[in-house]
């Protein structure tokens, strides 16, 4: 029995299946270290477990915050607009952006 043959990703997408260095290359910072501090610790994990399933649910959920912030302005608008939900407060215009997302919870 073999396992089903899968489409590949054309490199450089962020389609579903991307590759963990796709998605590194598509993150800013600091989701770029976070991912990788992230990722290294899965793999640790998975090195001892022999289960893939948290590496491969570890880049999916950092493929998706690629994906989000694949347009910064709409991503910055989006977190204020969640920090302001969340807050129930207006976010001031010269507000740093990392203390808009710690706000947020981003």
């Known amino acids: 029995m073999t396992a089903a043959a899968r489409d590949p990703v054309p490199e450089g997408s962020l389609a579903r299946g991307a ?9 800013p910072e600091p989701e770029r270290s976070r991912f990788l501090a992230e990722y290294e610790a899965a793999l640790d994990h998975a ?7 948290p590496v491969l649910d570890l880049v999916e959920r950092y493929r998706a915050i690629a994906i989000a912030q694949s347009d910064p302005e709409a991503f910055r608008r ?5 920090a302001e939900i969340v807050t129930g407060e ?17």
Do not use: M, N, Q, Y
Request: proline share 11%; glycine share 10%; aromatic share 6%.
């Open 78 to 82: 989006g977190v204020r607009r969640w």
């Open 19 to 27: 590759s963990p260095a796709t998605v590194h290359g598509h993150l």
């Open 90 to 106: 207006p976010v001031p215009d010269d507000e740093p952006f990392e203390v808009t997302r710690t706000k947020a919870g981003i």
């Open 47 to 53: 090195r001892g477990t022999l289960d893939l399933a």
